[in-house]
């Protein structure tokens, strides 16, 4: 009796409720805008997108991650391994790079092979991640070494998943995973399923981080694995079966605090107090029925299936209703950036958003952030999204997460709103 209930407080001691720092880098949109390769970059991803959506057998992915401006730490093995992933609830998978990844296949000496517009055009995606002459788009990413992890098991099958601008592929492999440093609180989540990249498009080259981590719904990860903070659910490992996100204003500074995500828990530190809560309409993302929108002039009731998604920099809404928005805000449309842009000392009224019997209002501060090029010019955060008949209309990402913090409640599948303390 006594061993039982010995096991029994133990059981106890490991929830847990675990809060994890971001980092804002700044987003590879603003770097390649500064570059001039961003206008070419967009019309051969464009080209590789409709391609995707042509093909059934592909799932939709919502998020390229090119304006991603937050990413944080997490290890994996014994002793750790450490990585810095975007913590994405636009997906639903883990993956990093494997120590493997860069080794160059033998098909690469095609001239469409060559270059930073390799994931576009080379036959073989693999030659974009590898050797001299090459786009090593592992070269500067850490990469797992299972060989010298105690608690790694092999499980051998292959993955890939597929982005706009290209693929991330490689084998399945099983360890401990940890949401958070070396050294810093930590979530720990043993037997994690994670993918092994040993390829990955040219994309990734140059990035700040080293791979990407899903927390959204099982019902949308490839190969029907386990997400990692699902896997920590059913583990019991966690106080409740939700996290909470706060992420900071963007402003110009890079490489400084950007945020934490709180999991098992409501971050009461960084958000007030809770707004509502909305019902999932699906859990595959974190989509749920937005009502009506209004802003300057422009206002519509017409209603929308919108998903929060961490992973998105701008907000992202239907073409008729972006350019609207647009427009009634001041904002000149950019087709070679596919931005809105506005003056950065631009006077502009709120974003509203009706969600259930709420007006959520997204202040300027959240709405317009600097482009990048140097100028006085800021990025309006909306932009044409196009779901191509099916799937959510709207991407609610980081404005929107800045001004409110979302409650990712995934075992009562809703998600709680409640405004960001930050001035």
Known sequence: MRTVLLLAVLGCAVSALVQVPLQKVEPIRNRMIREGTWAEYRKKKDIRTLMISKDASVPQQVNDYEDEAYIGNITIGTPEQQFTVILDTGSANLWIPDITCGTKPGNCNQGACKGALCQFECPDQACCGAGPNYTDSCLQQNKFDASKSSTYVKNGRNFIIEYGTGSAKGFLGQDTVRFGGIGQAQLVVPNTVFGQATSLAAFFEGQPLDGILGLAFQTIAVDQVTPPFINAINQNLVDQPLFTVFLEHEGDANNVPGGVYTYGGIDTTNCGPLIAYQPLSSATYYQFKMSAVKAGSYSSNKGWQV?????????????????????????????????????????????????????????????????????????????????????????????????????????????????????
Do not use: E, M
């Open 307 to 423: 998903i929060s998604d961490t992973g998105t920099s701008l907000l992202g809404a239907p073409q008729a209703v972006a350019t609207a928005i647009g427009s009634a805000l001041g904002g000149t449309w950019n087709a070679d950036y596919g931005v809105y842009i506005i003056p950065c000392a631009a006077q502009i009224g709120s974003i509203d958003l009706t969600i259930g019997s709420n007006v959520y209002s997204i202040q300027p501060k959240n709405s317009i952030v600097p482009l990048g090029d140097g100028s006085s010019n800021c990025i309006l955060t909306i932009f044409p999204f196009n779901n191509f008949g099916f799937g959510p209309s709207w991407i609610l990402g980081d404005p929107f997460i800045r001004q409110y913090c979302n409650i990712y409640d995934v075992g009562n599948q809703q998600v709680g709103f409640a405004p960001s303390l930050q001035k």
